[in-house]
Each structure stands twice: as C-alpha cells, then as structure tokens.
C-alpha cells in the first residue's frame, strides 16, 4: 500500500482529480449495489403476498417455508 501511496503521490494534479472521481464513482456504484431501498423490500412483500393469495384460490401447492430455506 505504501508503493501505491507514493505513485499517488507522484501524479499530477489533474490525474488525481480524474482518480479521486474515478475512486468516487466506484465507491457509490459498489454502494447502491449493495442498498435494497425501502420501496424494493415493501413490493417483493406485495408480490409474495399475491403469489400466496394467487396460489391458495387457484388451489396450487405453495412450497414450505423450509423447503424454502432447504434451497438457499
């Protein structure tokens, strides 16, 4: 990490301002990637819940929840 630190240091400073951007940019990609919003959590639970309501008026055979967790 030193090695890199001092080739860091080294560059000029337009070459750290295009890193630093670059860096930035990763960072947040990685970070919203990683985020599951509010909305996506509250749809996944009301597409479950009308599978389910779909599943027990068409008279289908739903899956346990441990054959559910068996799988992951």
Known sequence: MELLWQTIQ???LKNKEWLS??????IREEK?????????????IRQGLADVKDARES???LKTLQEVIDEL
């Open 10 to 12: 080294s560059l000029s």
């Open 32 to 44: 919203s990637a990683d985020y599951i919003s509010k909305e996506e959590v509250l749809e996944g």
């Open 59 to 61: 008279g289908a055979q």
């Open 21 to 26: 951007s670059k860096l930035i940019e990763d």
